[in-house]
T-cell receptor, first 116, second 116 residues
Framework: SQQGEEDPQALSIQEGENATMNCSYK?????LQWYRQNSGRGLVHLIL?????REKHSGRLRVTLDTSKKSSSLLITASRAADTASYFC????????????????FGQGTILTVHP | GAGVSQTPSNKVTEKGKYVELRCDPI?????LYWYRQSLGQGPEFLIY????????DSGLPNDRFFAVRPEGSVSTLKIQRTERGDSAVYLC??????????????FGAGSRLTVL
């Protein structure tokens, strides 16, 4: 089952604009991560935000986390055509969901298209 | 190796045949994961290895699916009596620290399986 749900399912913008993607989840988390996937193949880790953090930055990426609303957002500023990809949020449950490791559960993703 | 390597990149087989997919993780990563991704969906967890042992195989859909990691490095995902519904991209990932607060996955490019 999918823990996270991304919104919107697809986003189309012009180069230079900002792109915002949202992720909602159902169960308390240890941390939430964002991954990027080009051309339907391997995923690349972008950023990890812990449940006690509210905002993190990495280059042109800004991630926020609102644990009271069980939601996160990924903002890409000054987008480029090369940012065209699918973006996935993934969660590690609080207390590791009863396991001993950080099991990642992925959402269905947002397809971002940046037009030059 | 420098990254996670998966072979074959593409596999086309007939319904009922046996398939093996191979994953070579990053050297030194004791944690290895298999995920399956259907078209338009996020990755779905299959199995997690810590060293040579399958620590969590709760995502394997049925007993036609089996995975091994005999020497704690290379892993093979084995699918018996393939069905058309098994068609998907099979993603392998590894991580250095699988603890809940630090588990960041490095993915391979995937093996695209098509069952005719």
């Amino acid at each position: 089952s999918q823990q996270g749900e991304e919104d919107p399912q697809a986003l189309s913008i012009q180069e230079g604009e900002n792109a915002t993607m949202n992720c909602s989840y159902k169960t308390s988390i240890n941390n939430l991560q964002w991954y990027r996937q080009n051309s339907g193949r391997g995923l690349v880790h972008l950023i990890l935000i812990r449940s006690n953090e509210r905002e993190k930055h990495s280059g042109r990426l800004r991630v926020t986390l609102d644990t009271s609303k069980k939601s996160s957002s990924l903002l890409i500023t000054a987008s480029r055509a090369a940012d065209t990809a699918s973006y996935f949020c993934a969660t590690v449950l609080a207390n590791a969901g009863g396991t001993s490791y950080g099991k990642l559960t992925f959402g269905q993703g947002t397809i971002l298209t940046v037009h030059p | 190796g420098a990254g996670v390597s998966q072979t074959p990149s593409n596999k086309v087989t007939e319904k009922g045949k046996y398939v093996e997919l191979r994953c070579d993780p990053i050297s030194g990563h004791t944690a290895l994961y298999w995920y399956r991704q259907s078209l338009g969906q996020g990755p779905e967890f299959l199995i997690y290895f810590q060293g040579t042992g399958a620590a969590d195989d709760s995502g394997l859909p049925n007993d036609r699916f089996f995975a091994v990691r005999p020497e704690g490095s290379v892993s093979t995902l084995k699918i018996q009596r393939t069905e058309r519904g098994d068609s998907a991209v099979y993603l392998c990932a590894s991580s250095l620290d699988p603890s809940p607060g630090a588990n960041v996955l490095t993915f391979g490019a995937g093996s695209r399986l098509t069952v005719l």
